[in-house]
């Protein structure tokens, strides 16, 4: 059976970008990407193609009228994507068992199914936190199984750990993939397997400068190195001694692996020598983005941006499996 060279990617929910690029560097290629966050948006932009992706209310969207959005002459092969996550994550203290957010992933599962009865989708790629899984979400995640098998595809799912795919964060995450029944009825996905090198902390940023300090009005261009090396002015003693504990001053090791990237109300990880909170580049690195891609945006736009991401290495490693299913 011969082998896929990639193809053409319908993605939802496209946040930052980290899993499209993460596909493009296996070969495909997004050609139509929808957010709701404008930010976002301009990131996906201004990395993987410009007016590729357009500020779009998911939730809302009538199937049909979201089809006429395509661009004409494409012919997708897969859908991409990771819905908002932060009604099933165990981070999110107040969560709430009727967040909207919650049925995000539903509305995934009713655009795959008009999509794949359009253009015959070859696959699906959807992601979300691990905590989908657990006790307290799983008869949601099984509907969610349920309705993306309805749309007409064989389904795979495990909880894979960022670290195994040599990107310096221990981030686990659920993978769903789904093969069409039709295309591929006899066919199974293998999830990919466990990288034995660890990447750490120093491998990831120790060469990096010292970043600037966000001051009010400041400008991409005035922060040199990279327009996202720029963090917090470190106003708390915890900072300014050098020290750092608890949930919101967690600081970092040189020689390990980072907690997960996902930070709230600006509580980013403190960098391994205390003095300061890690910069949105060092976050970035941490997610395993390349130094050449930029977040656009304010700096709370970036904290979401990079917090929400998928790591592309993560990204990667799932598309190169499936590269040697497609046909």
């Known amino acids: 059976m011969a082998k896929s060279s990639g193809g053409s990617l319908i993605s939802l929910f496209t946040g930052a970008g980290g899993l499209d ?3 493009s560097l296996a070969g495909f290629k997004t050609v139509f990407a929808a957010d709701y966050s404008k930010e976002a948006v301009d990131t996906f932009n201004k990395n993987l193609g410009d007016k590729v992706a357009i500020k779009l209310d998911l939730s809302k969207i009538k199937p049909v009228d979201f089809i006429k959005k395509l661009p004409a002459g494409e012919a997708p092969i897969g859908l991409i994507g990771g819905p908002p996550c932060q009604g099933f994550s165990r981070g999110n203290v107040f969560a709430d068992a009727d967040d909207p957010r919650n049925t995000l992933p539903f509305r995934y599962a009713t655009l795959l199914d008009a999509l794949n009865k359009k253009f015959k989708l070859h696959f699906f790629v959807f992601e979300n936190v691990a905590d989908l899984t657990g006790p307290k979400h799983i008869k949601r995640f099984n509907r969610i199984v349920n309705r993306l098998r309805k749309a007409g595809f064989n389904v795979f799912f495990e909880v894979l750990n960022a670290a195994d795919y040599s990107v310096p964060q221990r981030r686990k995450r659920v993978f769903i993939v789904g093969l069409n029944n039709n295309l591929y009825p006899d066919a199974k996905f293998s999830f990919p397997p466990k990288i034995k090198k660890i990447k750490t902390v120093s491998d990831a940023i120790a060469h990096l400068p010292t970043p600037q300090f966000y001051k ?9 190195y990279h327009p996202n090396h720029w963090t917090m002015m470190p106003k708390s003693a915890k ?5 750092s504990s608890g949930r919101s001053f967690r600081r970092l090791e040189w020689n390990e692996i980072s907690p997960t990237v996902a930070y709230g109300n600006r509580e980013i990880h403190v960098h391994p020598d205390g003095g300061r909170r890690l910069s949105i580049l060092e976050a970035m690195l941490l997610q395993g983005f390349p130094e050449s891609y930029k977040l656009t945006g304010n700096l709370s736009s970036q904290v979401t941006q990079v917090s929400n991401a998928v790591p592309p290495p993560m990204a990667k490693a799932i598309a190169k499996q499936l590269k040697e299913i497609l046909v």
Do not use: C, D, S, W
């Open 239 to 243: 900072l300014k001694n050098g020290l």
């Open 21 to 23: 690029y993460g596909f």
């Open 216 to 224: 009010r009005g400041m400008m991409a261009e005035e922060i040199g």
